[in-house]
């Protein structure tokens, strides 16, 4: 921890816990809980001068630049990125594959991060989501009931803006698989 603590500040931080109805069962443990708090609140610092200053380096590379992955999640398709170089631009961190995507204008860079699926859906997250199997989704995707970018070697990329009639089709989906099914007498 590089904060050194006062007993004025653990004292502060136990009557705001008190205030809120937060309860400890003994002091080492209030102690804990704020020395974790502010352990926390070193990593997000670091964090944001991380980020700052890889926005400051796009000042001077506006097309963006290579970095490590390091474990980092890619913007576009979600996928982490390990033991390889990711890329960095306005759009933020996308793996080198979603990268190409764009580079060669099948994805709109703008869809990255969208981390709420507001613009844009993998097949396997919509998928998920629903609770639709992914090779159903897929066939409506070959069916050309739902329009889907493909990433070459990744997810295909569903757009809602492509999609408008998206919720009809998972409905009527949904509505086949809760319909009873007819039994087959013997």
Not at 32 to 43: K, N, T, W
Not at 61 to 85: A, I, Q, T, W
Request: charged share 35%; proline share 4%.
């Amino acid at each position: 921890m590089s904060l050194q603590l006062k007993d004025s500040d653990y004292e502060e931080y136990k009557k705001d816990c008190e205030k809120e109805g937060i309860k400890f069962e003994s002091e080492e443990e209030m102690k804990r809980s704020m020395d974790r708090l502010v352990d926390f609140f070193d990593v997000l610092i670091k964090i944001d001068q991380e980020e700052r200053s890889r926005k400051k380096r796009l000042e001077s590379e506006p097309k963006g630049f290579s970095m490590s992955g390091e474990g980092r999640n890619c913007s576009l398709c979600g996928h982490s990125v390990y033991d390889c170089d990711g890329w960095y631009d306005k759009w933020g961190f996308k793996c080198m594959n979603c990268q190409s995507a764009i580079d060669k204008k099948k994805i709109p860079g703008s869809l990255c991060g969208d981390w709420k699926n507001e613009k844009c859906i993998t097949d396997s997250s919509l998928s998920y989501k629903f609770d639709i199997h992914t090779q159903t989704i897929r066939k409506f995707i070959r069916q050309g009931k739902i329009k889907a970018r493909q990433i070459p070697n990744g997810p295909n990329m569903i757009l809602r803006k492509d999609n408008p009639n998206l919720n009809d089709v998972i409905k009527n989906e949904l509505a086949k698989k809760q319909a009873p099914q007819p039994q087959v007498q013997d």
